[in-house]
């Protein structure tokens, strides 16, 4: 586990949609132990950055949830590359 779980006043956000993002379900839980996807989730979905998260922004624009290889960083998971 890394040491950054909690923000500077310690207190961690969780995201509110993070029951629902395919994102989250998928990655939360990996069991490969992804350096990437642990930066993600402690960064956005338990960090302060969720309210920058780009899923939120990508549903907003295109109605509808993205798939789960969208990060929150805008980037596939898979790719590596912009996707959003
Ligand atoms: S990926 Fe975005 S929408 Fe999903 S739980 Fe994380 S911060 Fe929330």
Redesign the pocket.
């Known amino acids: 586990m890394l040491p950054f779980d909690k923000n500077v006043y310690g207190v961690v956000f969780m995201?509110?949609?993070?029951q629902s993002?395919?994102?989250?379900c998928a990655h939360s839980k990996d069991s490969k132990n992804n350096i990437l996807h642990h930066l993600?989730?402690e960064t956005?979905?338990k960090g302060d950055?969720?309210e920058v998260?780009?899923?939120?922004g990508y549903e907003e624009d295109m109605g509808s949830a993205p798939l789960a290889d969208l990060?929150?960083n805008g980037y596939s998971i898979e790719s590596h590359r912009r996707v959003y």
């Open positions: 995201c509110q949609r993070h993002c395919a994102f989250y993600l989730i956005y979905c950055f969720h998260c780009r899923r939120k990060g929150p």
